[in-house]
């Protein structure tokens, strides 16, 4: 981790780095193996990308009204001060229950809801009030809610990655039945733009949060934010005793950010992280071709590029949850999310546990153990019953 301000002193060519770890020679090629696979999954991805959202947010136009309300983000990131920039919800909002989707979760002692409500977030630029709030669906805040008969319970908050919404999908991943069975309740929160959330004509789960701009995806992550602690405060007068969050990708990009602002949080565990969304893009090929060209043709470097992110990048702010209480899981394989931005977060955060598997950010081998790592860490920090 590079001294602050770190979107300066961290170099251009980090995404370049590599992603090496010393390691016998059979795992080695385990690595090799899935991480193979992880590229083969994520040039897919990052031509969808790069066809359905980049043209509505890397063009040349769009990047320069990004610089000129760029001051503003830059200033707020300069800081250091999360509050600022994610301030804490000042108002009150009815939580309505409903009956989750078709595919959900069936408690064998308990139950499982979808909880909703009208978020009253506002963009913290005026300038993209207008623009983001149109979308009437993404203002509805969204999470399916396992409780059991008997509780309520320490309750594990997880927050899904990119385009995987799907309960199955984090409950294959984080193994959530398992520690459902274990006695604690579940909180699975829908991220903005996707699910339900999602425009009438999106194209794809998430296609919006890309889909608008570098200020588009602050407000966004700022959204992120808003909602999750909403349903903390919901949580709160639930009289649930304790909760913390995880998540998984862009889930573990939240579940850190949220470490630095929200100090009732008992745990956050990334997994499989991103820490910095602006160096992770340039190395998502082809979609790194298109944002380097529209850098050059904007006459944007990547450090400007970097400060106008940094406002929601948890390098950024100094975390308020104590060190004990945070861990880390990466893959070796994985080249959706490297490991070399893991490993930032791990030095960023004084260096916490941390767990390496040997799989990528698709197959998690060996999940078993990492799964049985956190269970260990949640009875040791007092978080379970």
């Known amino acids: ?71 503003l983000y830059r200033e707020l990131a300069s800081s250091h001060r999360a509050d600022r920039f994610f301030a804490a919800p000042d108002r009150q909002v009815e939580v309505r229950e409903r009956k989750p989707g078709f595919v959900h979760f069936h408690p064998p002692d308990g139950q499982c809801r979808e909880l909703v409500f009208q978020s009253p977030f506002q963009p913290v630029n005026p300038r993209l009030r207008k623009r983001y709030l149109k979308n009437k669906h993404n203002m509805q805040a969204v999470a399916q809610y396992w409780t059991h008969d008997t509780g309520p319970r320490p309750t594990i908050c997880v927050v899904h990655g990119f385009m995987a919404d799907p309960y199955w999908v984090n409950s294959l991943f984080l193994g959530l039945p398992w520690f459902y069975s274990m006695g604690y309740d579940i909180l699975l929160y829908t991220l903005p733009f996707h ?95 298109m944002i380097k060209t529209a850098l050059r043709l904007s006459g944007v470097s990547i450090k400007d590029a970097r400060h ?13 949850i104590p060190k004990d209480r945070l861990m880390i899981i990466g893959g070796a394989g994985d080249r959706f999310a490297p490991p070399k931005h893991a490993r930032l977060l791990w030095d960023h955060w004084d260096r916490p546990g941390i767990h390496w598997f040997p799989g990528n950010h698709i197959i998690h081998l060996d999940q078993g153990k990492y799964l049985k790592d956190v269970a260990q860490f949640l009875e040791r920090i007092g978080f379970a019953e």
């Open 195 to 289: 699910g339900h959330r999602q425009g009438p004509f999106s194209p794809f789960s998430g296609h919006g949060y890309f889909a608008n701009g570098i200020s588009h995806i602050s407000e966004t992550v700022a959204h992120s934010v808003y909602d999750f602690r909403l349903f903390l405060n919901y949580l709160e007068q639930r009289g649930v005793p304790r909760f913390g969050v995880t998540g998984i990708s862009l889930g573990g990009y939240t579940s850190a950010l949220l470490a630095a602002v929200d100090e009732r949080l008992q745990f956050s565990i990334p997994n499989v992280p991103v820490v910095s969304l602006f160096d992770l893009m340039l190395q998502w090929f082809p979609a790194s071709a």
């Open 1 to 71: 981790m590079p001294s602050q301000p770190w979107w300066d002193n961290l170099e251009s060519s980090f995404h370049k780095f590599p992603d090496d770890f010393d390691l016998d020679l059979p795992t080695q090629v385990l690595v090799d193996g899935t991480a193979a696979v992880d590229l083969a999954v994520r040039t897919a991805v990052a031509s969808l990308v790069s066809v359905l959202a980049l043209p509505l947010s890397a063009n040349p136009r769009r990047l320069l009204q990004d610089m000129e309300d760029g001051q």
């Open 308 to 320: 106008i992110m940094a406002v929601h990048c948890p390098l950024t702010y100094d975390p308020v």
